[in-house]
């Protein structure tokens, strides 16, 4: 039972992880004065981490995570 409760705990820490950097990925493309380019290689970085901590989840990463970023980057850079 202890294994399974370590291994749920593990995977509640790297959802929270997953979840904070994301919010931070945000937080950059929103807050700071960047190049689009800038802004994009932020998105590629915070794509790059979620699979770090979730291989094979790049469908789920687009899925949940992508058009957030679309949109910050729609709206902030005027793009159609």
Request: charged share 35%; glycine share 2%.
């Amino acid at each position: 039972m202890s294994q399974d409760k370590d291994a749920l705990l593990a995977e509640e820490r790297k959802l929270r992880r997953l979840s904070r950097a994301m919010d931070i990925a945000a937080i950059l493309l929103w807050e700071v004065d960047l190049t689009l380019e800038e802004a994009q290689e932020i998105v590629n970085h915070a794509k790059h981490t979620a699979l770090q901590l979730f291989p094979d989840k790049e469908e789920t990463f687009d899925l949940i995570y992508g058009p957030r970023f679309r949109r910050i980057l729609t709206e902030k850079y005027h793009l159609q």
